[in-house]
């Protein structure tokens, strides 16, 4: 069986949390904006799922993919869609960069309960 949802554009890895060192890393604003935009998810708690993501870019700037899916794999996770993002769970990822969207900026999720 087959699911999809689709994501508002999330923040990199890289601005997920703020704090630092000796510090208790806490939420950027950044991502509690995008937390409030990202879609109820179903509890299912797959165990194992093959995932395709299809990112939509804002604009043309230079990226890494891998860092936007993080937010997106923890939010499954927390949800209850996914039992956990690990690659017992996870068992097969694609990327599928789908160039620019300025006004439809998002990443598609199609999950595929195996």
């Keep these: 069986m087959t699911h999809e949802f689709y994501f508002p554009f999330p923040p990199s890895v ?5 704090g630092g060192s000796k510090q208790k890393r806490f939420n ?3 991502y509690k904006k995008w937390l409030k935009c990202a879609p109820e998810l179903p509890d299912y708690n797959f165990k194992h799922v093959e995932i395709t993501y299809y990112l939509y870019f804002p604009d043309k700037r230079r990226r890494d993919s891998k860092n936007f899916l993080k937010a997106i794999d923890d939010w499954m996770v927390k949800q ?4 956990d993002d690990d690659f017992n769970c996870l068992t097969h990822e694609t990327i599928v ?3 620019v969207h300025p006004n439809g900026a998002g990443i598609r999720v199609v999950i595929k309960e195996c």
């Design 14 to 18: 890289n601005s997920l949390y703020e």
């Design 97 to 99: 960069p789908m160039g």
């Design 28 to 30: 950027s604003e950044r």
């Design 80 to 83: 209850g869609l996914i039992e």
